[in-house]
C-alpha cells in the first residue's frame, strides 16, 4: 500500500460518488486554506526524551 492509501475489509461497504462538474470555486478555497507540514521527527522525540531524561533526575534527586 502507498503511503496515505486505505485499506477496507469489505469492498461491498464502499460507496463512490460520482461528481458531474467541478466547481472551481470550492476547489480553490480549499487550495488556498491547504497547508503542508513536514516535521522534524527527529527533533521533536530528542526533546521528549530530554524533558523525560530531566523529570526522572529531579525524581532521583527528591528520594
Known amino acids: 500500500m502507498d503511503v496515505g492509501q486505505i485499506g477496507l475489509h469489505n469492498s461491498k ?6 461528481v458531474e462538474k467541478r466547481i472551481n470555486e470550492v476547489v480553490n478555497r480549499l487550495n488556498k486554506t491547504k497547508v503542508e507540514r513536514t516535521p ?10 530530554a524533558a523525560e531524561r ?9 528520594k
Do not use: F, G, P
Not at 461497504?13 to 460520482?18: A, E, F, H, L, S
Not at 522534524?40 to 522525540?45: C, G, I, V, Y
Not at 530531566?54 to 527528591?62: M, P, V
Open 13 to 18: 461497504m464502499v460507496r463512490t460518488v460520482r
Open 40 to 49: 522534524d521527527l527527529k527533533a521533536e522525540r530528542e526533546a521528549v526524551n
Open 54 to 62: 530531566a523529570k526522572r533526575k529531579l525524581q532521583l534527586r527528591d
